[in-house]
Nanobody, 127 residues
């Protein structure tokens, strides 16, 4: 089993920045892909970003490319999502996920592939 604990998030004005973190514990040897999905009211859940832990390769959804940066601290089993130039369209609950490394790659980063989920952290962007 793997436990994921998220922190960070909050409220910010458009153009502002936030950082969310996701710390993994438990059987972390089984995890080689960590990332985030987000879910806004009235919208479908969508992928945001993920990172292949062993290879250090990040992947981003087009909507956040060049604004969000995902990084990792292997010693702490933690990944970070730095979110810059936020817009109201980024408002959502952000959920951390962890799973096998193969699920990081294009076409495979789907919610149904991940058994381990964080509790979610709210990001609200408004003026």
């Amino acid at each position: 089993q793997v436990q994921l604990v998220e922190s960070g998030g909050g409220s910010v004005q458009p153009g502002g920045s936030l950082r969310v973190s996701c710390a993994a514990s438990g059987y972390t040897a089984s995890v080689n892909c960590m990332g985030w999905f987000r879910h806004a009211p009235g919208k479908e859940r969508e992928p945001v970003a993920r990172i292949h832990i062993a290879r250090g390769i990040p992947f981003y959804d087009d909507s956040v490319q060049d604004r969000f940066t995902i990084s990792q601290d292997n010693a702490k089993h933690t990944v970070y999502l730095q979110m810059n130039n936020l817009s109201p369209e980024d408002t959502a609950m952000y959920y951390c996920v962890a799973g096998a490394g193969g699920y990081c790659f294009p076409g495979r980063f789907n919610a149904h592939n991940f058994n381990y989920w964080g509790q979610g952290t709210q990001v609200t962007v408004s003026s």
